[in-house]
């Protein structure tokens, strides 16, 4: 199985949560055990579904805001990859 860190891809949102949450690791502010790349693919799938949802039904998809869906996703995200 190839390592999807070493797959040639374009400039996408991943790679630049996958150097962040590197960072933070360098710093001892998120598990060093991690995988940076798993963690910084579970973030486009609540976005796109909430982007889906909203274009499929021309309504809000969830009793939220579009910054409180933002905020509360980073933060469920972020939380589960602190250092413990």
Known sequence: MNDPQSA??????????TAYIEAEQRQGRMAGS?????GASLLPGPCFQ?????YF???????LTDAQFVVDTVT???KGLEQS
């Open 8 to 17: 040639k891809l374009p400039e996408a949102p991943e790679r630049r949560v």
């Open 34 to 38: 991690l995988n940076t790349f798993s």
């Open 50 to 54: 909430y982007a889906f949802l909203r």
């Open 57 to 63: 039904t021309g309504a809000e998809p969830f009793p």
């Open 76 to 78: 469920m995200l972020t």
